[in-house]
């Protein structure tokens, strides 16, 4: 399975981005996704995830109400809308798969899941 991030750029503060992430597999439907950021020496955190049928989202506190995660099983692609950002936003985005069921704890760990995107950098200027 191969995860291609795209869409990062720079953005002003309170500006949008639309961050893609195209998954090489035959369908999207049986996995969660979700997204996490690392900004520059800090380590990587969770952002936000969508459970396998897309009934269940889970977001960070920092983005709530500001960004959106979704998925395009047709497509294959895996979208995380941006809105309001500020320059605490700024970091390389990486999307991820999991297969099947996905718990708002397991969503926020790493570890829980199984590829990942070489990632897209967003930057928020002041």
């Known amino acids: 399975v191969q995860l291609q991030a795209s869409g990062g750029g720079l953005v002003q503060t309170g500006g949008s981005l639309r961050l893609s992430c195209a998954a090489s597999?035959?369908?999207?439907?049986?996995?969660?996704v979700g997204w996490f950021r690392q900004a520059p020496g800090k380590e990587r955190e969770f952002v936000a995830a969508?459970?396998?049928?897309?009934?269940?989202?889970f977001y960070a506190d920092s983005v709530k109400g500001r960004f959106t995660i979704s998925k395009d099983n047709a497509e294959n692609k895996v979208v995380l809308q941006m809105t309001s950002l500020k320059p605490d936003d700024t970091a390389i985005y990486y999307c991820?798969?999991?297969?099947?069921?996905?718990?708002?704890?397991?969503?926020?760990?790493?570890?829980?899941?199984?590829?990942w995107g070489q990632g897209t950098l967003v930057t928020v200027s002041s």
């Open positions: 991820a798969v999991k297969t099947g069921w996905i718990s708002e704890t397991l969503a926020t760990r790493r570890s829980a899941y199984d590829y």
């Open positions: 597999i035959r369908t999207l439907s049986t996995y969660a």
């Open positions: 969508m459970s396998w049928n897309g009934g269940t989202t």
